[in-house]
């Protein structure tokens, strides 16, 4: 899967989120690493440009 928008990030998210437990060498697993990567490659090739998640913390 390749992330080319915000809403493909939190489709991306969401999904990588629901199999948090899968086993490391299941399928599911295998899908969570990908995604894992193609997050990562994502927030590194736009995190200048992305806005912000929360507000910034005041405490």
């Known amino acids: ?3 080319e ?3 493909d ?10 199999l948090g437990d899968a086993p490391d060498g299941s399928e ?4 969570r690493s990908v995604l ?4 990562k490659a994502y927030y590194a090739r736009c ?7 929360k507000p910034p913390s005041t405490g």
């Open 28 to 31: 599911e697993g295998r899908r």
């Open 36 to 39: 894992d990567a193609d997050i």
């Open 9 to 18: 990030l939190e489709r991306a998210v969401q999904e990588f989120q629901s």
């Open 5 to 7: 928008s915000e809403q």
């Open 47 to 53: 995190a200048n440009t992305m806005r912000p998640g």
């Open 1 to 3: 899967m390749s992330i």
